[in-house]
């Protein structure tokens, strides 16, 4: 296809953007796929910009690599796009058809253009096809890739609320720590303990191991080394919550955890932690049964 | 010997032994073993599990409800075609490790269980077995 052909298609689109927009616009409307998830008006407005872009893309005259300097911008707006798309609920499909349906409206308008059927128009058309379905699938990896991040990031909050760090008292704080420790699990335990020590000024840390259902050789190298790090601190670092059958399966596995001070019970732990930190628990005599 | 019931896990990454632990969590329950050797069988497998994982490269956990008349068990055995272990003595001594663990896994696992079996498998491989029996009730 002769550059002129490319070039006057670019122009066209210029000066044709507000009824190609229009037919766009209704392509998307109509698009059985599409969910109440994005309103009009912002459909309306991503469109416009889109075809500005894209009609600026062409212009320059590179229709075969995508990948190219001059689509940038393209990129640029379809990842974000896609990126906000993921996050309000879009489907992959709905969000791809946002590329896909521009082919109807700018094919008939190189139809009106160029003449229906000759052979001008027919290339144009499969060099725009191959276009607009290379930044389709563009747009369907991007918003793969979006919400793989949203998941990610859904994943890392979910392990941030489950290992809560407790001020228990001045100086004393705990984290309950509840399922599988695992690697990921034991990093982020790690961090938000120090931290808490730091923002607390505690001189005592519990770890309560209640809720871990087995001790391994793994899990047990994992609270030594937290046990370590809150020592580097200057905190010391009680290991509670050791059910009886955890006892028996450290004890059989060998694990030797003699330089760490463990309670049975999560309320051992904390009279022992106050009791390091200076305090004292009374119990008032007219109270006692 | 009778070989009551069987199950195959594969153990390809760390949420299989997370898996591993749970299929074998369920058998124990349902022979009615005691809570310490429930935790004992569980960690057990999760041991090897791992050492198949991170020694083995990967392969298999096969887990089997066992009977031989007066006592029901399980029988737990983990398969994978890697390296293999040069010298069995060495890799079950306390301490031993050629990764960054505690070198406790293999020597715990026997520990933690009533029969434990380590064998080379051709051409290449470890297969480990461990058996826990419960008296029938
Ligand atoms: N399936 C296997 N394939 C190859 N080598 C193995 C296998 N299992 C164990 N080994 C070897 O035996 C050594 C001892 O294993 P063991 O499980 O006792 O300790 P570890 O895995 O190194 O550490 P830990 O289990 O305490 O976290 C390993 O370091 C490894 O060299
Ligand atoms: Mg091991």
Redesign the interface.
Known sequence: MANDTMTSVATLMRDSQKEILADWVDQQLKDPARTQAVPESSLRASSNEFLSIFQEAIQKGNLDNMAAPEWEGARKMLSELSASRALQGSTPSETASFIFSLKEPLFALINKQLGAGNIASSEAIVRYSKVLDQLGLYTFESFQKSREAVIRRQQKDMLEMSTPVIKLWEGVVAVPLIGTLDSARTQIVMENLLQAIVDTNSKVAILDITGVPTVDTQTAQHLIKTVSATRLMGADCIVSGIRPQIAQTIVHLGIDIQDITTKALMSDAIREAMERTGWSVIRNTSQES | MVVKSQESRAIKN?DDI?VV?SSVKRVVALLNFS??N???I??AA??LA?NVLEHGGGGEARIELVDEGDRVGVRLSFEDLGKGIPDFDKAME?GYTTGK??G??L??AK??MDEFSITSNSPSGTKVSITKWQERI
């Open positions: 760390e997370a632990r809570l310490v429930q935790t004992k569980i960690t999760s041991e791992r306390d663990g505690m406790l896994g020597g715990g520990r933690l």
